[in-house]
């Protein structure tokens, strides 16, 4: 084989490389409307939400939804105060969050200042595991161990409460608030921490006044995903929780939350179309809000966290 | 073709048998001119050096004769690079530069050969271009690796993975990929930087054998390398080509003070 | 004198504040031990209540109103089922989405629109997606409480996580790699797909098994779709004994999967059926772990031959 100048044959290729350029625009195009489908996946959320909630809103007016005190949506006497469900969603959810970010910041300061790397090797993995954990295994163990072993220690606790619910939704979360925080933490450059070392610092002083302070966006960001993640947890609270709506900011209570209900109708059989089965959209979108309003916060704070260095 | 050594008392090397030419050809990141009116000559069957400190756009000029630059976005071309006997210019928005790329092969810095077996390696560019006959690719597989002087050490492995090679097997294999196609111009960025002394001279060997089949454009930082591979060298500051001319002139007695600065050692 | 009086201040002020850092580490390895130990703690109890139903009959049996006679054929049956629709659904929408970002998109204001919106989708609680497929799939779109409805429903929360991992994994291709194969003459979809696609699989495969684990113990959209709790009869099977040999009719069948039939039975008030409860958490447990642990063999296996 010869390397003569005369093995030009991409001149004679010239229908190939019309061919080949449609077919490339052909792709090119395929991939981008797979790429745009996720915005339908969005429009059909608020599309379907919207949609229900003008219906029922045609029936129920707004000052009564959010103003009324009691939901029976199916007496004949109806009501339709969501503050009752608000409020079982907010107290399992503080309940959550009392458990889950205390501890989750101890633990993730403890795995990145004080803790030996193998250590950290050997328990950030296990506890990826355990956030992969499926809800309702969760929910059977608030149920069935966590509510019997505080009724040892209450015994008037009832069955449903919303303390049991929170307290493993925190747990449950716990894991994710270590990740994120933790990244952050470990995020702060090793300088900043060797000028607080250089004064005679101890771990926890350094970890408190310096480490802390520069990685708080990051740190607020996985607390607010936190919150995001408890108010929108749906089979811990229905399992153990019950899904009675019950207007109570007493957490030793059951109480139905947002997504407890939801499963409730769900589990029913209401019929399409009627006034039941539009609170459930109506329901819907009251937390889609709650949780965009927390995504919106997170995604901000961690946006600011990149811009630190 | 055996070419004889060619001294400055012969021809001028702007009237020797030409296979390019860069014609005021200038080069924009985005606002930043990188490259001022280029005008140089690429002579037919010899190696051309592009030398020059860091950052003088050397990588910049090689990278525009197979369009490298059109994978990212900001870049401009103003002027021509015309490559002969059909005369088309390189630079012109209507040709497609992937035509391009299968008229030029280019060798790397650090040797890039792709996690496939070292047959796949040699075999892709021929794929690129449709050639699915075994019997086709086996031998033009073989001729190229034996061009890359490394048919005998790898030609009872070919199946073997490219990386358990070593780094100087790896980039002769990258030459070897680069010929397989039969390409008209041959591009090497600074092929020998990454590599230890004797791979070095292994590369620069087969360099000097090839140059009859195919003309060679080199850019190296390395001015021993430029005068001991090449023919023809250009000195490239800030941009600009400072001067071009036989090698051994341009390192023995340059014309211009910016040249003889460089060659000296006065900065580098 | 009075330099040892500021000695001995200083050295005390060390020692307390030496003694809370010592305090505080304890307190961190406590409450690390403590969650763990929780999570341990309640698996075993978990694996110790269902121990006794975990025999075979456990998995070949239908649900059945006598506790020990109940099993989850039904139910795992259904889950692999689902989990068939959501990989044929969400893999290639995902990977083909990974893709057009890090290959084609320009920059442009739709790029952004379109990297925030799937930044969001991560973030909507599932029962949302629930109720989009209440009111559109079963519904608008007349698609019934079916397998299908529920594997496309997943495939929604399965999406966000692969296209993410199939980013994550094109990226970290090096530009050499890309630069080589440019150089050879290859144009933009066999670069893509001689590539860019065998490189990344290893990443890409990672994130479609992860996103599956997680979309195989998802009970909220399920329910809202609404899938019937007790199902004691399996879909017709997708093979047939004629021409073509494959039919899709259990795609409209009705179905129930394995976390629904575990909140099903958590839910009754009878010790015997939380017995039952615990085993199938078990079974379920160990498919999500199984998966898990698969997901990253089968990463360190593929990358093995990637190196650049």
């Known amino acids: 084989m010869s390397f003569s100048s005369e093995q030009r044959v991409v001149s004679t290729r010239l229908a190939k490389r019309k061919m080949r350029h449609v077919s490339e625009k052909i792709i090119e195009t395929l991939l981008f409307l797979s790429a745009a489908a996720s915005i339908l996946i969005t429009v059909g959320v608020v599309y379907i939400l919207v949609r229900e909630s003008v219906l029922f809103f045609q029936h129920v007016s707004i000052v009564d939804f959010l103003t009324d005190t009691q939901w029976t949506p199916l007496f004949d006497d109806a009501h339709f105060g969501i503050v009752v469900l608000l409020s079982g969603t907010i107290v399992s959810s503080l309940v959550a969050l009392g458990v889950a970010i205390p501890v989750g910041t101890v633990v993730a300061l403890y795995l990145s200042e004080f803790a030996p790397s193998r250590t950290r090797n050997i328990i950030k993995p296990t506890l990826e595991l355990l956030s992969g954990i499926p809800t309702v295994v969760f929910g059977y163990f608030a149920l069935l161990f966590i509510t019997p072993l505080l009724q040892s220690v209450f015994p008037e606790l009832p069955g449903f409460n919303l303390l049991s619910a929170g307290i493993m939704m925190g747990i449950m979360i716990m894991p994710l608030i270590v990740s994120i925080s933790e990244d952050a933490i470990r995020a702060v450059p090793m300088n900043l921490r060797e000028g607080s070392y250089a004064m005679g610092a101890t771990r926890l002083q350094t970890a408190i006044r310096v480490v802390i302070p520069a990685s708080i966006s990051g740190i607020t960001a996985s607390y607010i995903l936190g919150i995001s993640r408890a108010l929108g947890e749906t089979m811990i609270v229905s399992i153990a929780a019950g899904m009675q709506p019950n207007f109570t900011w007493n957490p030793i209570e059951p109480a139905a939350t947002m997504t407890a209900y939801i499963v409730q109708v769900a589990l029913g059989d209401l019929p399409h179309g009627s006034i039941g089965y539009q609170t459930i959209f109506a329901t819907g979108l009251t937390l889609m809000l709650s949780t965009l309003l927390f995504n919106i916060l997170g995604f901000w704070m961690q946006h600011k966290h990149r811009e630190r260095y | ?268 | 004198m009075s330099l040892q009086k500021i000695d001995t201040k200083i050295r005390a002020d060390i020692t307390r504040r030496k003694r809370l850092d010592q305090w505080f580490s304890l307190l961190g390895l406590f409450a690390l031990i403590i969650c763990v130990l929780t999570i341990v703690i309640l698996l075993v109890d978990m694996c110790y209540d269902g121990w006794e139903r975990l025999r075979p009959e456990f998995f070949s049996n239908f649900p059945s109103r006598h506790a020990s006679r109940a099993g989850i054929l039904s139910a795992w049956v259904g889950s692999a089922l689902v989990m068939l629709v959501t990989f044929f659904v969400s893999a290639p929408l995902g990977v083909a989405t990974g893709v057009w970002f890090e290959e084609y998109a320009p920059r442009h204001w739709i790029r952004h629109l379109l990297e925030i919106n799937i930044n969001n989708l991560a973030g909507i609680p599932s029962i949302v997606y629930g109720l989009l497929a209440l009111g559109l799939f079963v519904h608008t779109f007349g698609l019934g409480q079916s397998i299908f409805t529920a594997g496309l429903t997943l495939s929604l929360l399965v999406l966000p996580v692969v296209i993410v991992a199939t980013r994550e994994a094109i990226r970290s291709i090096p530009t050499a790699m890309r630069e080589g194969a440019y150089a050879l003459g290859a144009s933009h979809w066999q670069v893509v797909w001689d590539h860019v696609l065998p490189y990344s699989m290893p990443g890409i495969l990672t994130g479609i098994i992860l996103g599956m684990s997680r979309a195989i113990g998802e009970t909220a959209p399920i329910i809202t779709i609404g899938a019937l709790t007790f199902i004691a009869f399996l879909p017709p099977a997708p093979w047939t004994d004629t021409w073509p040999y494959m039919h899709f009719e259990w795609l409209n069948a009705p179905f129930t999967v394995m976390p629904i039939q575990i909140f099903n039975w958590t839910s009754r008030p009878e010790a015997a059926f939380q017995k039952n409860a615990a085993a199938a958490s078990v079974v379920l447990v160990t498919m999500t772990l199984l998966m898990n642990g698969f997901s990253i063999w089968l990463r360190n296996r593929l990358r093995k031959n990637l190196k650049w």
């Open chain 2, 1 to 268: 073709m055996v070419t004889s050594p060619i001294t400055r008392s012969q021809i001028s090397p702007t009237s020797l048998p030409q296979k390019a030419k860069v014609q005021d050809f200038s080069f924009y990141y985005g606002d930043f001119c990188a490259l001022k009116n280029i005008t140089m000559p690429l002579c037919e069957h010899r190696v051309t050096a592009l030398i020059g400190p860091s950052g003088c756009g050397k990588s910049t000029l090689l990278r525009a004769f197979n369009r490298m630059h059109d994978l990212y976005p900001g870049n401009r071309y103003e002027g021509e690079i015309v490559l002969y006997p059909d005369n088309t210019n390189l630079l012109d928005h209507r040709v497609d530069p992937i035509e391009v790329r299968m008229r030029l092969s280019m060798v790397f810095q650090k040797p890039n050969p792709f996690p496939k077996s070292i047959y796949e390696n040699v075999a892709y560019g021929l794929r690129v271009r449709g050639v699915k006959k075994r019997a086709l690719l086996d031998d033009a597989i073989e001729e190229a690796l034996t061009q890359a002087a490394l048919w005998e050490e790898v030609k009872h492995r070919l199946r073997h993975m490219a990386f358990t090679l070593s780094g100087g097997q790896q980039q002769r294999l990258c030459i070897a990929r680069a010929l397989a196609t039969q390409p008209e111009i041959l591009l090497f960025d600074e092929p020998t930087s990454a590599l230890d002394p004797i791979a070095t001279a292994h590369i620069e060997e087969r360099i000097h054998a090839l140059k009859d089949q195919v003309t060679i454009l080199i850019v190296t930082h390395n001015m021993q390398q430029a005068a001991r591979v090449s023919d023809l060298t250009a000195y490239m500051y800030l941009g600009e080509l400072v001067e071009f001319g036989y090698t051994d002139e341009i390192f023995i007695k340059p014309k211009e003070k910016r040249t003889e600065d460089y060659i000296t050692g006065r900065f580098s």
